[in-house]
């Protein structure tokens, strides 16, 4: 791994365990083990440091995304693996940073406080967002096509729908620690397929 990752890595573990403001450059050099003058070289300040960091998280869970949709060879699948993937978010952060202790809680907290003051970040998740968004409208397209869900589908609304009940779903466990997220992501998953899937027919 190069310099310039290691501290990236570092300072994301860091961000997330503390949140933005209560991290300093210092607690990345502790994380790091690296040089305040090494962090500097590559990054001039926190804020920077932040957004590259967040970066390589959202480039992260891109390559998650990507595959989910290559890995699974029908909607059916694909639909399945992604609400299971709602329990796993703490163990794919904890891959990311190599740390067991990061709180899904404090993922959501941390984004939520990156939207609001690095209006860049917001705009990148949402071009992320709107990426995913037409990859699932040719899945559900392609599945149309196969005859495996209905064709009065509207794809488009559908896969908006897709994206706000994982996000929903996440973000109302942050309000509540009373949700199940691995059943609640397998009853999610079975409602919506019963609902679109021609399987349920006659």
């Known amino acids: 791994m190069n310099p310039r990752t290691k501290i990236i890595q570092s300072a994301l573990k860091v961000f997330l365990l503390k949140g933005y403001d209560a991290t300093s450059v210092n607690d990345v050099v502790s994380e790091s083990q690296t040089s305040k003058g090494g962090i500097y070289h590559h990054f001039k300040n926190k804020e920077e440091l932040f957004i590259e960091a967040i970066d390589y998280l959202f480039d992260k869970f891109e390559d998650i995304e990507r595959s989910i949709y290559s890995d699974s060879t029908n909607l059916k699948q694909i639909l399945k693996t992604y609400f299971d993937s709602l329990s796993n978010i703490s163990e794919i952060l904890g891959a990311m940073t190599g740390s067991d202790n990061i709180d899904v809680n404090n993922f959501y907290m941390l984004m939520t406080n990156a939207f609001i003051k690095f209006p860049q970040i917001r705009e990148k998740h949402g071009e992320l967002h709107l990426k995913n968004q037409e990859i699932l409208v040719e899945i559900i397209k392609k599945a149309q096509l196969e005859g495996q869900v209905k064709d009065n589908i509207d794809c488009e609304t559908m896969a908006f729908m897709i994206n706000a009940l994982a996000e929903g779903t996440m973000i109302y466990h942050i ?16 409602n919506l397929w019963k609902s679109i899937s021609i399987e349920n027919d006659g």
């Open 175 to 190: 309000m509540t620690d009373r949700i199940d997220l691995k059943e609640k992501g397998e009853k999610i998953f079975q």
